[in-house]
Every structure is written in structure tokens, then in C-alpha cells.
């Protein structure tokens, strides 16, 4: 994979909507918080034991305000019946919420949103996206200014989850890029506030911290494997493969077999919201690979029947039918793209 990878990436409109918890803008400062809201961590909450699987008996939320379902009522008020059911497919099964340095007070918004989704039952899953020098320049360039400032928006990060149970992603492509753009010395500071983040979110009772690990063609196991030892995964709960990409299901459980192997036989998770076709056939340094491919297909929806122990679920970390980028005619990243979106589904082998 190469250091324009950048499927997850959020532009201001939809960051927008996220920070302020909505499908589309229109709010100019954040919704009035509660003292419920915040819950601060609870001594008498019983600590999660490292490694137990998050997932098992959890439900899926189903944002109501999502892209997808917009596009669910637009296509039934048009009266394209077959669009809607196909979008259906999409808005049924969510998707994770990306939190970063767009996220207008981050622990008011967290702790809002975690208070909405158990409203639903249902399990809060954030993807922390806030490393300084983010992205090295591309497509999701951004993050905290400096090493002191992710440290005190990881603090309110953890401040907004409390005792309630959430479980986290932990920097997408932070790993994968360490060595791409950064000089020695950020390496080391990067390195360190991966392992600030996992003791801060890990110290919460029901907090569960999975490092990104990139996807099968990017590192070596060996390569990976060190990387996420020295940003803790010792003290993490797992790591997290395919975050917004497209590999195949059946190669990423043999790669991540392989890693888990070296870090202890920790547990990992798939991304498996577009990978219903594998990737294309493109070098994986190219844009062709990950910037809106055709001919993708949404892959198993949310589910923790894997049929293997290690690995505890099939997520869908990246919303389906959100852009890449804007390549091959498509919108910014992380608008809707209603094309895209419906030969995903069209294409869906369920």
C-alpha cells in the first residue's frame, strides 16, 4: 500500500455532519450536553478482561441519519423501489464513527454519541483519527498540531467514555506510514503517543483499543508485527486489518493469522465493507487500487462468525458508499457517491 491509501478520509462536509451529529451541515455549534452525557469512569464498573471478544451478543447501530439512509428515502420518494432496497443494503449496517481533529469538543461529542447509540442497545464503535502529521500531506492531512495537544484531546476522548463500554480503532495508517514521511525522531514521538493513547483508553473498565494494522499487501508480518509491539499492542485489546480498503476476506485471515502469531496471539478484526470482490487488479501503490475502484462489492455484513478463533469480527469500519477521493469522477472524500454506492450493493453476493 502506498502513502496516498487514504479511503477513510473525511472532508469538511462530512466532517461537519459527524462533529455535529448529523447526515448532512447545517448546525453552527454543538447541541447542549447533560451531565449524562459525560460519564466519567466509575469505580465499581468491573474492568473488561484484555482480549475478551467486544462483539459477541453486541448490536449493530443503525444511524437513521446517516448518508446511506438519506439516500434510502430519497430513492422511495422518487419511487425507485429496486435503488431503495439495494441502499438498504447499506444503511442496515452502519458503520463506525470516524472522530478527529474536526470533532468540535471531542468529549461532549463522544460522550453524546455513546449516550445515542445505547439508546439503540447498540455498540458504540470510534475510529480515532488524530495523530500529528497525519497522513504525511495527502488526501488526510490534518491532525493535532503537536505530541502535548493529541495527549490532552486523547485525555477528553477518554473523559466522553467513561465507564460505558465503546470500543476503539486506533489510528488508521499511523503504523503503516511510520517510517514513510517522518524522521527519526517523530517516529519515536509517534511510537509514544500510540502507547499514551492505549494506557489512556485501555485504563477505562469497558474500553476496548484495537491498532490499525494496515492490510495484507502492505507490510510484511514481520514488519508489522514490530510496529505494533512498540506501539503497545502488548497492553491493547487487538489489531484492526483493511480499515477502508478492499482486500479479500480469505487473504486478510491468513495475513492475520500470521501477525497475531508474532504479538502474542492477539485477536484482530476485518474490515469487511468493500471487499466483497477483493481488490482490484492494480499495483497496491497505485490510486487505481483504493481511490474508488469499479467493480467492488460490499463484502459479509457486521458479524463475529469469522470461523476463525482470532479473529472476533467482520466490521464495516468504512462507511460503503462514502467517496475515496476525488478520482475516476467521483466527489471529495467522505461525500456520498450514489453510483458507487449502488454497484456496491448491486454487486453484493447477499
Known sequence: M????????????AMVALTFGLSCGGASKPVAQTAADVTPAAENVPHHKLGDNPFIGAKWYVDNDSFASAAVRRAKSKGEAENAELLQKIASHGGADWVGDWTAWVDQWVGRRITNIQ???????????????????????GGAQKGDAYRKWIDLFAKGIGSRKAVLILEPDGLGLLKK?????????????????VDKFEALPQTWVYLDAGHSKWLSPQENAER??????????????????YRATDELMKYGKE??????????????????????NAPVDSEKSWCNPPGRALGSPPTTETGEPSCQAFLWLKKPGESDGDCNGAPKAGLWYPSMALELAKNAKW
Do not use: H, M, W
Request: some cysteine; overall charge positive; glycine content about 10%.
Open 119 to 141: 439508546k439503540q442497545g447498540a455498540l458504540p464503535l470510534f475510529i480515532v483519527y488524530n495523530l500529528p502529521k497525519r497522513d504525511c500531506g495527502q488526501y488526510s492531512a
Open 259 to 280: 501477525v497475531s502469531a508474532l504479538v502474542g496471539g492477539k485477536s484482530f478484526v476485518l474490515d469487511t465493507s468493500r471487499n466483497g470482490n477483493g481488490g482490484p
Open 2 to 13: 502506498s502513502v496516498e491509501e487514504r479511503s477513510k478520509v473525511r472532508v469538511f462536509g
Open 228 to 245: 505494533l509491539k512498540a506501539a503497545g499492542i502488548d497492553k491493547a485489546d487487538g489489531f484492526a486489518l483493511n480499515v477502508s480498503n
Open 181 to 197: 514521511c517522518l524522521s527519526p525522531e517523530d517516529q519515536a514521538e509517534r511510537l509514544a503517543l500510540y502507547r499514551y493513547a
